[in-house]
């Protein structure tokens, strides 16, 4: 149940029942340090303290086949940790990809899990819209390169394409000096003390939570002219007749 806040202030906003997920893309297993942890705790702190709850995993963590299958033991691999992950995407409110920079670019981890993310995009929930539609997409990027802006845009294009909602300041990021140089927790940074990374993050946080919250008050994204069940049965809207009557 989502409260919100009268003018005097006087009810707390709170977003019990709103669910997010967080998938950190970093390059490093449990349990050593990643910087893009930094920022995914302070959103999960923001969102926790609003009565949602918030689970976060490391995709390097889980044995993610590759491929663009929804369950890749199907096509040969051995193991796939895919299957799981996608029921927890399909089981939240809220996906927040995030993850470091290399080279400018995201992570190979980040790829791979948008091109699993792609690979499930094709499935149809249950009011025959596609699998993602009525979910909240968002991204949280660190480095000490440039690069924060290319890879939310690229992270955030590929969520909308495949049927998430996208809110108003959507991502957040840090980012050092640019060459080798301490990442976003390392002492003397300035990371967490950053003001522009943290009133973009708390942006982004309180508009991914009112989005979702908009859309469980709504039912979901409204399932009217984006139908594949409808499209695939021949009841395109606003497309002509194919039978001659």
Known sequence: MVTTSGDDGSTPLRFEGITALFINATLKRSP??????????????IMRDLGARVEEIRAIDHDIATGVWPDMTEHGCDRDAWPDIYEKVLAADILVLAGPIWLGDNSSVMKRVIERLYSSSALLNSSGQYAYYGHVGGCLITGNEDGVKHC?????????HLGFAIPP?????????????????????????????????????????????????????????????????????????????
């Open 32 to 45: 050593e340090p990643s910087h893009t942890d930094g920022l995914v705790r302070m959103s999960a702190r």
């Open 152 to 160: 939310a845009m690229n992270v955030l294009y590929s969520m909308q």
């Open 169 to 245: 300041q959507a991502d957040a990021g840090w980012i050092g000096e640019a060459g080798p140089g301490p990442g976003y927790l390392d002492p003397g940074s300035g990371g967490p003390e950053n003001d522009f990374t943290n009133r973009n993050t708390t942006f982004m946080t309180y508009n991914l939570l009112h989005l979702a919250a908009m859309l469980r008050s709504a039912g979901g994204f409204p399932a009217l002219g984006n139908r594949r069940s409808e499209w695939d049965a021949g009841c395109a809207p606003h497309q002509p007749n194919p039978e001659y009557r």
